[in-house]
């Protein structure tokens, strides 16, 4: 069974940082792209990063530059380092598994349950 688990969450000021971490089981994870997605209250969902099995990654504009994705396939887990945060960054951020290697934008499969990331001063 394909579990994923997102942990790293948490309530900051605008500017810091934060590392989300995904633990995934159930699959062989360095076969498959990986995605960072999110959903801001009251919002759709939104592609925020992926990573596909071969290490190249893809960043949408509101990500680019600012966070970064890695994936540490002997220890199946999944990451996301969020830099210079802004309080539209708010939201619950979810990692989200591809049925494909490899990705161009984000996958929205498989989900974990999400972390929560808040940004307020």
């Known amino acids: 069974v394909v579990q994923l688990v997102e942990s790293g969450g948490g309530s900051v000021q605008p500017g810091e940082s934060l590392t989300l971490s995904c633990a995934a089981s159930?699959?062989?994870?360095?076969?498959?792209?990986m995605s960072w997605v999110r959903q801001a209250p009251g919002k759709e969902l939104e592609c925020v990063s992926s990573i596909n099995n071969d290490g190249s990654t893809y960043y949408a504009d509101s990500a680019r530059g600012r966070f970064t994705i890695s994936r540490d396939n002997a220890k199946n887990t999944l990451s996301l380092h969020l830099n210079s945060l802004k309080t539209e960054d708010t939201a619950m951020y979810y990692c989200?598994?591809?049925?494909?290697?490899?990705?161009?934008?984000?996958?929205?499969?498989?989900r974990g349950q999400g972390t929560l990331v808040t940004i307020s001063s």
């Open positions: 159930g699959f062989t994870f360095s076969m498959y792209a």
């Open positions: 989200a598994k591809s049925v494909w290697p490899k990705v161009t934008t984000c996958t929205t499969g498989q």
